[in-house]
């Protein structure tokens, strides 16, 4: 269990923390006495009364003030012992809801995951939809957490290829492939969905950890507008392979994100307009192998993304008219050796873009427009041609925040 997890658990821990009657009458009608001394003397000495007459004698009208004094203190101490009492037969009925409530929702969850595991495609989307509502209805955090879990869970099983549509003998086999297919990509699309509703609001899951870890997305799936502002979203060693994949202007601004492993092999996968403000987010070791990645126009200002080790080996990766204006974004190590990788019209203004030691060994990357007008920009190390158009780009000389290559430097630049 992580440490976000069990920070989650504190704030939902129901159980049920009585004091004994006696030691909750005690405390209660030692606060009242403070009170009532509090205010009395508050009042006397608001309305001057500084000194009290000794010599007074008991005369029936006091003896009966007295005496009524007497029932209203009687009467206080009654209504003060229900109002406890009343206290704690409303814990007690809250405490029993609580319990109610999860009751009802662990028979729900044990008959959703049983449809889950259904022969029956069409049971399956049922516990699909069926854990989607519980996790959207949950007493408790925990509780909804196990719900997702067990989604994510599903997606990562083995699951049978598509065995094709050429032979006649397989279409039943292959129509059962795609009904599962479909169970697979609804939990995808209802991930999406609640993952764009907005912190605290019904049916939202942001916050929530969600491990994809290992999936295989062949479908269009649409992140786009998507918030991670805390809890842990792994996509390791996810691999994106067909349709296209939206994380458009999807905010990382919390929390962990985690492409690490992950292969891009075919289809689009958009990240443009998605902004990196805070947190972490991991494309260590991902590898960029064929289809489009855009990270057009995204925003880097704060946070570290990572794409150490990253290989860039076929497709197309965009970076065009990205800005970094803070944080830290580490390519360090990263091995370009195929397809295309633009930074055409990328801004550079603030935080640290570390490229050291990257190998260009056959991919074409493009720097031409991009803008260095302040951060610091490491090429340090790097092997291979210098990409087009960043000396044009950088100018001459270079400014202080952009370190070259030294192969790349203008004889007597050094």
């Known amino acids: 269990m992580t440490a976000n997890r ?16 006696g030691r909750a009458l005690t405390w209660a009608f030692a606060a009242a006495v403070l009170v009532s001394g509090g205010i009395f003397y508050g009042l006397v000495a608001l309305l001057g009364f500084r000194e009290i007459d000794t010599a007074a004698k008991l005369d029936a009208k006091t ?11 009687v009467a206080g101490a009654g209504a003060l012992v229900a109002l406890v009492v009343a206290y704690r037969r409303q814990r007690v009925d809250e405490a029993g809801a609580h319990r109610e409530a999860t009751r009802l929702h662990t028979e729900r969850f044990s008959q959703a995951v049983d449809r889950l595991g259904s022969d029956s495609p069409a049971v399956r989307l049922g516990g699909v939809h069926a854990l989607a509502g519980l996790a959207d209805d949950a007493p408790t955090q925990d509780l909804r957490q196990t719900c997702i879990d067990v989604l994510c869970a599903y997606l990562q099983l083995p699951f049978t290829l598509d065995p094709g549509n050429g032979d006649p003998a397989h279409q039943e086999a292959r129509h059962r492939y795609l009904a599962l297919r479909k169970v697979r990509h609804t939990i995808l699309r209802l991930i999406g969905d609640h993952y764009r509703r907005p912190m605290g609001t019904h049916r939202s899951w942001q916050g929530c950890d969600l491990d994809l870890t290992g999936v295989i997305i062949d479908c269009n799936m649409d992140f786009s507008g998507a918030v991670f502002s805390g809890g842990t979203v792994n996509f390791s060693g996810a691999v994106f392979s067909g349709g296209a994949v939206h994380f458009n202007r999807a905010m990382f601004s919390g929390g ?36 489009a990645v ?15 080790d990253a290989v860039f080996s076929g497709g197309t990766v965009h970076f065009s008219d990205a800005m970094f204006s803070g944080g830290t974004v580490h390519f360090s190590d990263a091995m370009f050796s195929g ?5 055409r019209g990328t801004v550079f203004t603030g935080g640290t873009v570390n490229f050291r030691d990257v190998v260009l060994s056959g991919t074409a990357v493009n720097f031409r427009g991009a803008m260095f007008s302040g951060g610091a920009v490491n090429f340090l190390g790097a092997t291979g041609p210098v990409p087009q158009g960043l000396l044009t780009a950088v100018g ?17 630049a050094y």
Request: charge should be positive.
């Open 6 to 21: 069990r920070s989650r658990l504190a704030p939902n821990d129901r159980e049920l923390r009585l004091w004994r009657v």
């Open 63 to 73: 003896l009966f003030d007295l005496v009524k004094l007497s029932f209203g203190v």
């Open 256 to 291: 962990a994100v985690y492409f690490g492993d992950a292969v891009f092999s075919g289809g689009t996968v958009y990240f443009s307009g998605a902004v990196f403000s805070y947190g972490t987010v991991h494309f260590s070791d991902a590898v960029f192998s064929g289809g």
């Open 294 to 308: 855009y990270f057009s126009g995204a925003v880097f200002s704060g946070g570290t993304v990572h794409f150490r």
């Open 339 to 343: 397809g295309a990788v633009y930074f």
């Open 396 to 412: 001459t000389p270079a400014p202080a925040t952009v370190v070259l290559a030294s192969a790349w430097l203008p004889e007597g």
